[in-house]
């Protein structure tokens, strides 16, 4: 993705720190109970990011050209995501088979390698929400594609009905599945359960680029109660009778929420607004980092647990989430920004910038 102006980089950057932090937290060694039970929904947070961002790529790219380059798009995702993913995967055989001189499963392999983690074996517990993006990356350039060549591509409103429909599907299909109706891997995991997070942000992001007036009405006269009605969804998503049933459409809905109110900060508060700008100022600044600290998170906490093993709890949590950025940013540095610098060069992206303006304050639903 091309550059965006600041006030993109600030607010969804800082969404996406929000994300890897509670993800960080959900694995640290002595994770505080908060964490522990609901860190694990910073990958859905990460899902509804995706399906906004990776769909406005093509979103954009129609509004600017009338048309959609699949194979454009998933180069560019593909040099995103593979060159770090694969110098992740082999430092981490280089020291499981060379230095700790142990046999790595062939399925565990075969399953990382060819990004297939969410149905099958993987290495590492991470991993498979991976797969998950890669599956939808995919079927998104397909789908837009599709309805390009269609001639209904002025609002895609097809898709954005797609959407809907996979999200109203997805609880019944888990359920389904937690009943064992459609045996296989975790219900959790496995990428067409998991869909409706990811048709979430694409649904924002539909309207966001084509309802935006719609939606600035909205966000308008509901701005206030737009974070509590975020954290509100994702609480009542947390208990584990519901987790892999309606409790993960309720989170998906939940940080559905909390982006569309960061879409247009100008229509909060003002002192709620100087809140969440402190507060999220160093969660942006990692936000630029967050797949590589992704990657790197399990490893880098994990060597921590060997390095301190008698430091107290809290100094591990702090350790592993310190760790974890590092070793991230630097891997960042070194393998994920030098290929995208070279990508930018020979596949330009042809989606332009994410525009962010502010909301018109005073403007009602019947204006439009």
């Known amino acids: 993705m091309t550059a965006a102006p600041a ?7 800082g969404l996406r720190g929000i994300a890897v932090l509670l993800v960080v937290l959900y694995h640290a060694p002595a994770r505080p109970w908060l964490f522990e039970y609901g860190g694990w929904t910073g990958v859905d947070l990460f ?34 995501i593979y060159p770090a993913f694969y110098f992740f995967l082999a430092a981490f055989v280089f020291e499981q088979v060379w230095l700790a001189h142990r046999r790595l499963p062939t399925a565990g392999m075969v399953g990382e390698a060819l990004f297939v983690q969410s149905y099958g074996h993987s290495l590492w517990a991470h991993t498979w929400s991976l797969a998950v993006e890669e599956h939808f990356y995919f079927t998104l350039a397909l789908g837009l594609f599709l309805a390009s060549r269609a001639g209904r591509a002025q609002g ?52 966001y680029h084509f ?3 719609w939606l600035e009405c909205r966000v308008a006269r509901a701005a206030p109660a737009l ?15 519901l987790r892999n049933t309606a409790g993960l459409s309720l989170i998906s809905f939940g940080y559905a929420t909390l982006l569309v109110a960061t879409l247009f900060p100008a229509a909060a508060p ?30 880098a906490t994990r060597l921590v647990g060997r390095l301190v093993p008698g430091a107290h709890g809290w100094m591990q949590t702090v350790a592993a989430i310190a760790a974890s950025v590092a070793v991230g940013c630097a ?12 990508r930018d060069r020979l596949f330009p992206s042809r989606s332009g910038r994410l525009a962010v303006r502010p909301v018109q304050r005073g403007v009602t639903a019947a204006g439009h």
């Open 211 to 213: 309802r935006r007036e």
């Open 331 to 342: 891997a960042a540095a070194l393998i994920e920004y030098p290929v995208l610098r070279l």
């Open 270 to 299: 003002a002192g709620m607004a100087r809140l969440a700008g402190a507060l999220s100022s160093p969660l942006a600044w990692i936000g630029p980092y967050t797949y590589s600290i992704y990657l790197w998170h399990l490893p």
């Open 7 to 13: 006030a993109r980089f600030r607010n969804l950057d």
């Open 47 to 80: 899902f509804v990011l995706s399906g906004f961002l990776v769909s406005g790529l093509l979103f954009r790219e129609h509004l600017r050209y009338g048309s959609i380059h699949p194979g454009r798009f998933l180069i560019r995702r593909g040099l995103k």
């Open 156 to 207: 895609f409103a097809p898709v954005a009905w797609v959407c809907v429909a996979i999200i109203v599907i997805s609880p019944a299909l888990r359920l389904l599945g937690t009943l064992g109706l459609f045996p296989g891997k975790d219900v959790g995991h496995m990428t067409h359960y998991r869909l409706d997070a990811l048709s979430c942000g694409v649904l924002v992001s539909y309207m």
């Open 227 to 241: 974070p509590l009605v975020a954290v509100a969804l994702v609480g009542l998503g947390l208990p584990y009778g």
